[in-house]
């Protein structure tokens, strides 16, 4: 019956969960692992504090026990991008689902900011008309009526996560009653063998908004007589009521293989199908029902039933549900009593979940076959006389056990969850196939982590060193892959680089550390590459690039061949020298080797960035460089360009002798010692130059400047570069530039000798590029150019840090916000290439870039691996509601309790937030309001986003506002200026400087028309 055929099976790559006592799904693991029961029995104090009466609990069949969530009045709305009046009228399942979806994905290793491919969202919420009561009778003022109707409403639970989260997949409410949750991912499964998506997440949650108070006990209906959920015992007497959210994340099993992500475990089958009427009433369970689901899974699954070795049942402790669930698996399992299956259920340790019992079982099932052990179910002595174990093979699980396979087939279970009406569903698992682990290695790794606040990001700092010190089973190569290519990055970040798990750790708790590297990430940057001219080549740069990235070295060796090519000689032996060759007279240093050395390592490196997804908005390259601007903008080929620069270093190597000279002077300074016999070679910056002229005459000069006490230095190179003594051979040059094909330039470059951006005819004209030869080098000019624009990243592809050195000294406007990285080391910094590469790569993550992570690891991709989620910073909203209250109120009053003015009873946890967070500068700087107008905005502003400081400059889109949002303070705004402000106005005029300026205009023209038609007026009587 079995066959290999995995194409219809689903992996379960991700969890997460909240469940009573269990913060974490881990948490929750361990309660179920030393059977815990985690529901709450209350003492009449508690009771009576939720406005209980002593005749109320004086009542004997009232059962003080519930099985509730801990602090599910807390939610991160400032990271969902919503605002506090918004959170505060959110049904708090839709708030905790946001959370919960986020969780489940990042345990999964997928950013869905950044995934590529469409993400489906299948969830469950219990039914809360209580809190839609409440938000209707409150009529929250600070949210539009229309928004506010939805986000109470757990029937927009997906679609509103789904926009929140741009997931583009399908986008399912699922509601069958109890089995919700398991239909969901059933419905989730459906979706992904169909292909509408390429992950799909599905849960399910139950919160109370009603004050938590037990229930009443009546016989024969299904709440338990004593707060205890006692599945298939004969003292059962039906359920207790829990709280609790979960969510798995799913693909298709060949395509989690192939992207190496974790399997929890694997669905072999899940099916779905509803009793009918064959049953004594429309709220009864049906054994043929449930029978014909669960034998149709494994006839899909195509597993016989003796290759299941547990059932998590429905298991509601009913007399008769948990008799005929048996009776049906007996029947599905062909009464065989010579099979051993173990059978047990969640509700013994957490009460009935409603919509979410399904996934509850769901995940316990899944994280036992994942920890191959088997948890108890608990609170069984002596089984439920009318239940049939006798025909069957189960027995319930009393006890925790390792899980072990028969056979050597692999670990197989059956979950089910039936709800009233008959919606059956049933799920066949079985455990992931054992993976490869990742070879550990001492090589160099960057390990990087974001968040929206700093009390956040030292928060899971905090969480990230106990999980390195616990975690013994993943390597540190899978750990930073994962939060390298399935985090989303935030405003504050932070990194290091480490080639072990226990270097990394003493970095993580070395508060002085100097290698934990911080930043607060403003705006996205544009990108300009630096190409390093001749000079800052040394033996062996970038060797263990060459050594260990094959797409580099790939074009290393390409451009080594050209060179061999035209001149015989084998550069690469020159670059990571050789003594044979070196002792033969070869020299990086010599000029012929030099240019063209240069010119293919920068290229290479270039396109490695670009390959990785660092593509550059603008070049500008030194000298030489400037060929490789060029190359890497299209206006020849890289071959063209090796043999240009490979050429263009022979003709100056046979021009006549000079020296060249670096001159700590200005230009206008410097023009003082020129003449025949010296020129103006290089502008570097404003405060230095270098010259070119004969021997003699620089000689001369040098003794000048001793004398003067001005700073210089002579360069070791023997001819004199952009002057006068190339023109022997300008015209040697221009027949070798008579044979390239130029092509019009795709990335603007700045031009050495104007200092401006280079046009099309100047690029393609083989006069510039002779010019280019002969004249100054403007660098210092094309980099005032670039610095004109504001927030942009200057990444120098070249060896040390020449021209971050010069951008330094011309880069004297913080408010600009522009910076500097150079990325290969220099030649006297004692670290190895790799790891200054990857501090590099971590400072352009801090600066908004970020390359491309699976074309960086390529085939040696690591796995993805369960790291710890991200840690909101929450705030107490409110979540225990009674709407009959508020009918007895005032209509402001109503407003009160759910507008900032009411604020002080749901305070922000003040504590999670350190001050470090309010005494970063935003990148918009704070304007106070300059008259009544704009102070009267300011405060609107400040109530409607919940924010301390507001200044004119602020932006109504950039604080987090949106159409809906827009339209709602639109109308707090025409009501407080008496105006009739349109929304396209609005939205034109976003910053409080700007719609205070438009209001003021139309109060203006009011007066004005007022005054005149008043004037009218008298002059007609």
Known sequence: MENNNRKKDIAIVGISGRYPKSATINEFWEHLKNGKELVHFYTDEELKAVGMSEQELANPD????????????????????????????????????????????????????????????????????????????????????????????????????????????????VDTACSSSLVAVHQACRSLLMRECSIA?????????????GHLYQEGMTNSKDGHCKAFDEDSSGIVSGEGAGVVVLKRFEDAIKDNDQIYAVIR?????????????????????????????????DVTPESITYIEAHGT?????????????????????????????????????????????????????????????????????????????????????????????????????????????????????????????????????????????????????????????????????????????????????????????????????????????DQKRKIVFMCTGSGAQYFNMGRDLYDTELYFKQLMDEGFSIIKELTGIDVSKILYKENTDQEKGFDINKNEFTQPIVFVFEYALAKLMMHWGIHPDKLIGHSTGEYVAACLSDVFSFETGVRLVAKRALLMNKSRKGSMLSVSLSEEKIKAYLNDNVALAVVNSPESCVLSGTEEAIESLMEIFETEEILHSKLKISLGGHSFLMDSVLEEFRQELENVEFSALKIPFVSNLTGQLITVDEAKSSQYWIDHLRHTVRFSDGLTTLLKEPNSIFIEVGPGNTLTTLFQQQNHNPAANNTAIN??????????????????????????????????????????????????????LPVKVNPFELLNLSGAEKIATVTPFALEHFDDNEAFQEDLDKNVVSFVNYVTPTNETEEKLVEMWKIFFSKDEVGILDDFFALGGNSLKGVTMLKLIQKTFDTDIKIKDFYQKSTIKDLASEIDMRLKFVVNLEEESSYKSVMTI
């Open 201 to 213: 997440v599905a849960g399910g949650v139950r919160v109370y908004s009603k004050p938590y108070k």
């Open 317 to 521: 402790g009913t007399k008769l549900g948990d008799s005929i669930e048996v009776e049906a698996l007996n029947k599905s399992f062909g009464y065989n009593t010579n099979h051993h299956c173990a059978i047990g259920s969640v509700k013994t340790n957490i009460g009935h979940l409603d919509v979410a019992a399904g996934i509850t079982g769901f995940i316990k099932t899944t994280l036992a076959l994942k920890n191959k052990m088997l948890p108890p179910s608990l609170h069984f002595k002596n089984p439920n006389p009318e239940i049939n174990f006798k025909s069957g093979p189960f027995k319930v699980q009393t006890e925790l056990s390792n899980w072990n396979s028969v056979n050597n087939q692999p670990l197989r279970a059956g979950v089910s969850s039936f709800g009233i009406g008959g919606n059956n569903a049933h799920v066949v698992l079985e455990e992931a196939p054992i993976k490869n682990k990742t070879t550990e290695d001492n090589t160099y790794k960057l390990l990087r982590f974001s968040a929206q606040s700093v009390g956040s990001l030292n928060a899971y700092q905090e969480k990230l060193v106990s999980f390195l010190e616990k975690n013994e089973s993943d390597s540190f190569r899978d750990m930073t892959y994962t939060l390298q290519a399935g985090r989303n990055q935030f405003k504050y970040n932070r990194f290091l680089v480490s080639n072990s798990k226990e270097n990394a750790l003493e970095i993580l708790k070395d508060p002085l550390s100097t290698t934990l590297y911080s930043a607060k990430l």
């Open 269 to 301: 089958s899940s099916v779905v199908n509803n009793d009918g009427n064959r049953k004594v009433g429309y709220t009864a369970p049906s054994i043929n029902g449930q029978y014909e689901c669960i034998r149709q899974a494994h006839q899909i699954a």
């Open 823 to 876: 990325l290969i080391r220099h030649p006297k910094q004692e670290i190895n290439d790799q790891e200054h590469l990857l501090i590099k790569m971590g400072e352009l993550w801090i600066n908004g870039l970020d390359i491309d992570w699976e074309t960086y690891y390529g085939a040696q991709k690591p796995h993805r691996v369960s790291m710890p989620g991200y840690v909101f910073n929450k705030t107490k």
């Open 62 to 173: 009232l059962i003080k026990a519930q099985a509730f969530l801990e602090d599910p009045n807390s939610f991160d709305y400032s990271f969902f991008g919503y605002t506090k009046q918004e959170a505060m009228s959110m049904d708090p399942q839709i708030r905790m689902m946001h959370e919960q979806v986020w969780l489940g994905l990042e345990d999964a290793g997928y950013n869905p900011k950044t995934y590529k491919d469409k993400i489906g969202l299948y969830l469950s919420a219990s039914d809360n008309l209580n809190w839609r009561a409440y938000t209707m009778i409150s009529n929250n003022a600070n949210v539009n009526s229309f928004y506010l109707n939805q986000i109470s409403n757990e029937n927009f639970i997906s679609t509103l996560i789904s926009y929140n989260l741009n997931l583009r997949g399908p986008s399912y409410y």
